[in-house]
């Protein structure tokens, strides 16, 4: 089970995940990626093209991006509109200026409660939850 996976169902009542895009420049198809993502959550399946995009990042282009919007059922009209819609744009455009102001440089980046996680690993999630939550008691 993926790390995230594990923490969330350690803590379900007090861990929340929220996910932000930053797509990095060094990539020519991580922009077009999160948009078709976001694009993919319009009609409810955010996280298994997600994790499709990550499964096939080295050979992700437009044809790419569009076939796995077509081998997972999608209505590739509403898909393609959306891809385009500039709502989605300023989000992810958004999404990349909070990233700069809260220090990321590459993905993934993982915060809680606003500081960075360096380590990742389950030792380092519990540690900061814990002081997250004492935090929060006092």
Not at 5 to 14: G, H, M, R
């Amino acid at each position: 089970m993926p790390l995230l996976e594990q923490v969330l169902e350690k803590y379900p009542q007090q861990v929340k995940l929220v996910y932000k895009n930053f797509p990095l420049r060094s990539h020519s198809y991580s922009a077009p990626a999160a948009l078709a993502a976001l694009a993919a959550h319009r009609q409810d399946r955010f996280w298994e093209f997600h994790d499709r995009l990550f499964e096939n990042y080295r050979q992700l282009n437009d044809r790419k991006i569009r076939g796995i919007a077509a081998q997972m059922g999608l209505d590739l009209q509403t898909f393609e509109k959306d891809r385009r819609d500039p709502g989605l744009i300023a989000l992810v455009n958004r999404d990349i200026r909070e990233g700069h102001k809260a220090g990321v440089r590459g993905t993934p980046s993982v915060f809680i409660n606003g500081i960075k996680l360096n380590a990742r690993s389950m030792q380092a999630f519990d540690a900061s939850i814990r002081r997250a939550l004492a935090l929060a008691r006092k």
